[in-house]
């Protein structure tokens, strides 16, 4: 080798691989033509290595993915966008029966496909063709597929178009018949399971592992509202469906059941209280399991709940029986047995408290005679001791008692029944009412009324179980009110003897039997008839019809006819005792039909005395008769004495008083004789005072008060009347105080209204201590058209026993003449005439609680009206 011209050869990925070369056995220059040339055919041995390495990887690949495809346990089916099969693995071939080399060419439409799904397909592949896009690509599909013998089978098919020259559709198919055929099995099982379940009484419930319920059976979903049913165990009391046994405390999550068991607890006879849909309140037993499987994974909880509701309410009913036959055994009045069956029953119900009302059938009245509260539940404005009395129709228990039915209120907030204690049972919690008639036979003797702080659903049940407690709380009643009244009777009969024992009267009862009388009941003692005792075994009534006395005989027998002819009858005779005494007797006869028998009661009195005494009587009446004459004239004597004294005083008064005035109007008059002259004016003034007053009381019982009305202001009298009394009242340092109104009209005798001003202001000035005050007050009612003139002081007071004979002619209250002040007590009698005559009023009544008397005086402000 003489001359070398080399370029190196690559691979691919740039690894040299050796090199192209020209040798030559001379020296040599190499043109770059020659060198170019070189290095082409080393590029050209360079292209065919690489593709004669990508023909064998290519080739390797292919061979190794058929050898994958054809060891594939899942048929491999790949086709152009037409459909037509591509790749045909062994599984397919073995799957559908046909080989490769026959399904390879072939649409796979009509290869594997039913006829009926075959346009479906073809639509498909269209929308693939125009598009580029398969909706399918990617997802796992559950089809029909047949195989060569025309078997249809259900296959699994995931799909993946891929863009290569053109669409290529790749599919993974398996045949899923056999966990076609488990998960019918499977769903069998859960049918079957779940119809077992569904057809027990008993409620079924559990969860998995995540604490999701999976399994309700229908008497559990029975409980709950539709869309109500909880998803969890951490929400099984969310609907509040789930209580304590008392039926009052809804349950905590960590309480129910199945939580107990899926935390793990095995639980055993948990007594639970459920509120069903239908609002009825059931009880249950509970049973609980946590599910674990044998190597330990715990897959969920499972409980059941045994509806023992009627087995409850027969022990709850059992006891509630023994209970109320306790009460009433222990009872010893017809109250404390209703008492006692109200708490009996309340306290087996577990209700809040409960009333018994007594009816009357007489009165129309409803009243509640018992009560009981659950202990620590105090409801004294429900309950309290006061009685209630409510007429028949009102309230729950009127409601009852009138409609003779079972009533059942759940919320008495709502219910216009409630309307008598509604604010009272709200304030105290209380939601739900019961009542029921307690009879006895047709007639109902109470009514059982029992109130709960919980809402609870009409329960039939319960009614017809209490329905019979109040038949036997009705038997009780009734033969405790025979017994009752037997011994009242009783009683009332030994009473009545001593009563009759005690009396002079003779009592007797006849029955009448074919004619003759036959002795029901005859007072014990005799003596007061007949001074004797009769021997026993006596006919009462022949023995007094043999001893009446033959003038009275007639009239005996006119009683017999009568009270025979079943009338009342009476009659008084002499009648001769056993003593030898006669008396006057007073028989009274009254018949009384009963039980088809004629029964006669009577009494017999001795009236001897009253005879006697009627006769002094009249003698007496005639004797007072005299007197009373005697007395009128004597009165009238007096009272024209009483005239002719004041009338023939008038005039020397008259005088004494003109002279004495003239001796004071003398200015030489002085010392001792002017004062002399006063004393003379003062007292003769008195005097006329005094002999005025009787002849107007003379006048006054005469009838002969003359009155002389005209309309007229008071104002211009109170004034003066006031003025007049002011030197006294100055005296006593006596302040007189005057609130009248500008206005103050009457129609009145000016005349005699002033005598009756000055009377009461100079009384009240008279009778208030040094110091005190007088007030005058004057209004005028135009309503009432009248005037009103009230004088009050701050004096001694009347006493109150004394204030009804305040205007009684010469009357005088005791501590005026305890205290000397003089007084002749006409003034306040004819002051009252005098209002009486003007049609007005006049009153006294106490000033106040310190003293002193307030005078009201009323007249007409306008004439009364002509007749």
């Not at 064998?56 to 966008?81: C, G, I, P, Y």
Request: glycine share 8%.
């Amino acid at each position: 080798m003489a001359a070398y011209a080399g370029y190196p050869l690559h691979a691919p990925d740039g690894t040299v691989l050796g090199s192209f070369c020209v040798i030559d056995t001379v020296p040599r220059d190499w043109t770059p033509q020659e060198l170019s040339i070189v290095q082409t055919l080393a590029t050209a041995a360079e292209t065919e290595i690489a593709l004669r390495t990508a023909n064998r990887d290519l080739r390797l690949a292919t061979e190794r993915m058929s050898r994958v495809l054809d060891t594939a346990h899942d048929a491999f089916v790949s086709t152009d966008a037409d459909g037509v099969i591509l790749a045909w693995n062994t599984a397919a071939a073995t799957l559908f029966g046909h080989p490769a080399a026959e399904a390879i060419g072939r649409p796979v439409g009509e290869l594997i496909l039913p006829a009926r799904f075959r346009a479906a397909h073809e639509a498909g592949l269209r929308r693939v063709r125009d598009t580029g896009v398969s909706i399918l690509s990617g997802q796992r599909l559950e089809l029909a597929a047949v195989d060569r013998s025309g078997r249809e089978f259900p296959i699994e098919m995931t799909l993946q178009v891929v863009a290569e020259d053109t669409l290529v559709c790749h599919a993974f198919l398996h045949d899923i018949t056999d966990r076609k055929a488990a998960g019918q099995r499977a769903d069998d099982d859960r049918t079957f399971l779940h119809t077992l379940l569904d057809s027990l009484d008993t409620g079924v419930a559990a969860c998995d592992a995540e604490g999701r319920l999976v399994l309700r059976n229908s008497a559990l979903r029975a409980l709950y509202e539709p869309g109500e049913e909880p998803a969890e165990v951490a929400s099984l009391t969310a609907a509040g469906r789930l209580y304590d046994p008392d039926g009052r405390r809804p349950l905590e999550p960590d309480e129910v059941p199945l939580a107990r068991a899926y935390a793990g607890e095995h639980v055993d006879g948990q007594d639970v209280t459920v509120r069903a849909a239908d609002g009825r309140r059931r009880r249950f037993v509970a049973n609980a399991r946590p599910i674990t499987t044998a190597d330990g994974r715990h897959l969920g909880a499972v409980a059941a709940l045994h509806d023992v509701t009627d087995q409850h309410r027969a022990a709850t009913l059992q006891q509630t029986q023994h209970a109320v036959a306790r009460a009433l055994a222990d009872a010893t009045t017809a109250e404390q047995a209703a008492t006692g069956t109200v708490a009996a029953i309340a306290t087996a119900l577990g209700w809040t408290c409960g009333e018994f009302w007594r009816t009357d059938d007489a009165t129309g009245l409803i009243s509640r005679v018992g009560h009981w509260t659950e202990p620590g539940h105090p409801l004294p404005a429900v309950t309290n001791d006061k009685p209630f009395v409510l007429p028949r129709g009102t309230g729950l228990a009127g409601i009852v008692w009138e409609t003779g039915a079972e009533l059942w209120v759940p919320e008495l907030a709502d219910d216009p029944r409630t309307a008598v204690r509604r604010d009272e049972a709200r304030a105290a919690g209380l939601r739900t009412a019961m009542g029921l008639p307690v009879r006895s036979d047709d007639r109902i003797l109470g009514v059982l009324l029992f109130l709960s702080t919980t809402v609870e659903k009409p329960d039939a049940d319960l009614l017809t179980m209490l329905d019979g407690v109040c038949a036997h709380l009705g038997r009780h009643l009734e033969r405790r009110r025979a017994e009752e009244l037997t011994q009242v009777l009783a009683a009332t009969q030994r009473a009545f003897d001593r009563v009759v024992a005690q009396v002079n009267d003779y009592v007797w009862t006849y029955a009448i039997d074919d004619g003759r009388p036959v002795v029901v009941y005859a007072s014990p003692d005799s003596h007061g008839i007949l001074g004797a005792q009769l021997p026993a075994g006596t006919d009462i009534a022949k023995t007094m019809a043999e001893n009446v006395h033959p003038d009275d005989m007639p009239a005996l027998a006119r009683l017999r006819d009568k009270v025979f002819g079943g009338e009342p009858a009476d009659a008084e005779v002499r009648l001769l005792g056993l003593d030898g005494v006669t008396r006057w007797v007073w028989i009274r006869s009254v018949p009384r039909p009963e039980g088809g028998r004629l029964y006669i009661d009577g009494i017999a009195t001795d009236v001897t005395a009253r005879r006697e005494l009627t006769d002094r009587r009249e003698q007496v009446l005639h004797d007072q008769q005299q007197q009373n004459r005697r007395l009128r004239e004597l009165d009238r004597l007096k009272d024209e004495l009483v005239a002719l004294v004041s009338h023939e005083l008038r005039n020397p008064l008259a005088t004494i008083r003109g002279y004495t005035e003239m001796l004071l109007d003398d200015a030489g008059l002085t010392g001792d004789h002017r004062h002399l002259a006063s004393v003379i004016d003062k007292h003769s003034a008195h005097m006329q005072g005094l002999v005025d007053d009787l002849l107007d009381t003379a006048r006054i019982d005469a009838g002969q008060l003359k009155l002389e009305p005209r309309p007229l202001s008071l104002i211009r009298l109170v004034v003066d009347s006031v003025d007049a009394r002011r030197p006294d009242a100055t005296a006593k340092d006596i302040s007189i105080e005057v609130d009248v109104a500008r206005h103050l009209p009457a129609h009145a005798d000016p005349v005699r209204l002033r005598q009756v001003l000055d009377n009461l202001i100079s009384n009240a000035v008279k009778y208030t201590p040094q110091g005190g005050t007088v007030t005058l007050t004057g209004r005028h009612d135009d309503a009432t058209a009248t005037t009103t003139l009230r004088v009050t002081d701050t004096g001694i007071g009347i006493p109150a026993e004394q204030r009804p004979h305040l205007f009684d002619r010469f009357f005088r209250a005791s501590n005026a003449v305890s205290q000397g002040i003089k007084g002749t007590g006409l003034g306040l009698a004819i002051s009252k005439a005098i209002i009486d005559a003007h049609h007005g009023g006049l009153t006294a009544e106490p000033a106040g609680p310190d003293g002193g008397t307030t005078f009201t005086v009323t007249v007409p402000s306008c004439p009364p009206p002509e007749r």
